[in-house]
């Protein structure tokens, strides 16, 4: 596909949609919007857009199409698979300025947001009503990126990812329609389910302008624990002990004896140097919680845990929670002068503990530094590669293909939060098959000049 140019006569035309000054065309603006935090290369847009309103979104979009321009959208850019680089130039459609809270729904546990503010502002302002939005992904994603790409993170396993917390969204499509789908009745079976194919799209089939969420009570009694095992295996076969005795984990994460060590050391958190499960139990009293750590801590005994800790003290939890979500940062700054190959793979959990054994197989057989960390209660987990130089950069492909082809073969995914993006796009015939077909006949019908964020999710280019 050919695309136009963005002209300085296409960029007047976009002041007069937006506003001069809520558009740029500095070089320093389009570097800072030309990555995420991925290890995929950049790409510049050629000018940067910041809409204030949904129908300014819409007339953007209404105007690229009419001139065959692509558009990328972008929320704060904290993605990890490159979904919104400006693969093909074109407009780079921020979204950070349209953070406003619409409406707190206190009384149905709703809240409709515009797409740019982040989820711990968010949390921030909710607190207040007692009321929190549970996705967590660890950094402060925007709204509309996590409901683009399906966020989730380490509450998954209790209150489900983005898909399951929301109700309603406002949408605006390539031809410059906004449209609403979805309700803010938490039973909807009218007509198609529309929300749910916007939802995980990554702006390829349209642009999410304001969302209404669903909200949960904070828990008044909230614990968290800790086990160490000797053996990877040992505390694979904990997690699935764990989700089969009928616990109800809030959060169940686990990390191998190197990453338990790197927190150690940078976060002074209470860990040895063992595979070690992080775990989160929310309870609505003080009995129930006391009970649920009880039993956990019966069952990672009986499969020979080296190392048990429970805390009740908020500021104790938040501490080890903190150091879980600083894991990648601190990661990061491990390896100065490297970057980080991210794989995202995700099996049932009954399929965990053949995963993790392959992905241990491996990481012997290749001899590379390989490190995991992953969601393990919904049976996700992260592989972590540093890299430096070409050849590296190679293996770890290479690396990771095995492992995204084993999680298919286990009937699993190739993603499990992280979205398709650039990274994912070659796995997706072989997950989708014949289904694959039917996507791109989607989005042949609702972007058919492939003008939105051209270059993800499919294979090669459509149109």
């Given at each position: 596909m050919t695309y136009a140019a963005v002209t300085s006569e296409v960029v007047a035309r976009l002041g007069t949609l937006v506003g001069e000054e809520n558009l740029s065309t500095a070089q320093a603006v389009l570097d800072l919007h030309a990555h995420d935090q991925s290890f995929h290369a950049?790409?510049?847009?050629?000018?940067?857009?910041?809409?204030?309103?949904?129908?300014?979104?819409?007339?953007?979009?209404?105007?690229?199409?009419?001139?065959?321009?692509?558009?990328?959208?972008?929320?704060?850019?904290?993605?990890?698979?490159?979904?919104?680089?400006?693969?093909?130039?074109?407009?780079?459609?921020?979204?950070?300025?349209?953070?406003?809270?619409?409406?707190?729904?206190?009384?149905?546990?709703?809240?409709?947001?515009?797409p740019g503010i982040g989820h711990k502002d968010l949390n921030a302002h909710l607190a207040r009503f007692g009321l929190f939005f549970a996705p967590d992904p660890g950094a402060n994603a925007s709204i509309g990126g996590m409901l683009a790409n399906n966020a989730a993170g380490i509450r998954t396993v209790r209150y489900g990812a983005s898909k399951d917390n929301v109700l309603q969204m406002r949408v605006a499509l390539a031809d410059g329609r906004l449209i609403r789908v979805g309700s803010r009745s938490v039973k909807q079976s009218a007509g198609y389910d529309l929300l749910h194919l916007f939802v995980g799209s990554e702006g390829t089939l349209g642009v999410i302008t304001e969302a209404t969420l669903k909200l949960h009570a904070v828990t008044e009694y909230m614990g968290a624990a800790l086990a160490a095992f000797q053996t990877v295996a040992d505390a694979v076969q904990a997690v699935v002990a764990i989700r089969g005795s009928g616990l109800d984990p809030a959060a169940l994460?686990?990390?191998?004896?190197?990453?338990?060590?790197?927190?150690?050391?940078?976060?002074?958190?209470?860990?040895?140097?063992?595979?070690?499960?992080?775990?989160?139990?929310?309870?609505?009293?003080t009995d129930a919680l006391a009970m649920n750590l009880a039993m956990v801590q019966e069952i990672c005994a009986d499969l020979d845990a080296v190392h048990f800790h429970a805390t009740t003290d908020a500021a104790e939890r938040?501490?080890?929670?903190?150091?879980?979500?600083?894991?990648?940062?601190?990661?990061?700054?491990?390896?100065?002068?490297?970057?980080?190959?991210?794989?995202?793979?995700?099996?049932?959990?009954?399929?965990?503990?053949?995963?993790?054994?392959?992905?241990?197989?491996?990481?012997?057989?290749?001899?590379?530094?390989?490190?995991?960390?992953?969601?393990?209660?919904?049976?996700?987990?992260?592989?972590?590669?540093?890299?430096?130089?070409?050849?590296?950069?190679?293996?770890?492909?290479?690396?990771?293909?095995?492992?995204?082809?084993?999680?298919?073969?286990?009937?699993?995914?190739a993603t499990g939060e992280h979205g398709v993006g650039l990274g994912k796009a070659k796995y997706m015939r072989y997950e989708h098959g014949e289904a694959l077909d039917v996507m791109q006949a989607i989005k042949q019908t609702l972007d058919p000049n492939n003008i939105l964020n051209p270059g993800k999710i499919f294979p090669h280019d459509i149109g």
């Open positions: 950049p790409h510049r847009g050629e000018v940067v857009v910041w809409p204030q309103t949904g129908e300014q979104v819409a007339e953007v979009l209404r105007l690229a199409n009419s001139l065959l321009i692509p558009v990328t959208p972008w929320g704060v850019g904290t993605s990890l698979e490159g979904n919104p680089i400006p693969l093909h130039g074109g407009i780079l459609l921020s979204l950070e300025r349209m953070k406003r809270i619409i409406e707190v729904h206190a009384d149905d546990f709703q809240v409709t947001v515009e994460e686990f990390i191998d004896a190197a990453h338990a060590a790197m927190l150690r050391e940078a976060e002074g958190v209470n860990l040895t140097d063992h595979p070690t499960l992080f775990m989160e139990f929310h309870a609505a009293h938040r501490k080890l929670w903190h150091a879980r979500h600083a894991s990648y940062e601190i990661s990061v700054r491990q390896f100065p002068g490297k970057k980080l190959y991210l794989g995202d793979v995700s099996v049932p959990i009954s399929a965990y503990p053949e995963l993790i054994g392959y992905i241990e197989q491996v990481r012997e057989e290749c001899a590379v530094p390989l490190y995991l960390i992953g969601h393990a209660g919904d049976g996700n987990i992260h592989v972590e590669m540093p890299y430096e130089t070409d050849a590296e950069y190679a293996r770890c492909a290479d690396i990771n293909a095995r492992i995204v082809r084993k999680a298919q073969d286990l009937n699993g995914t």
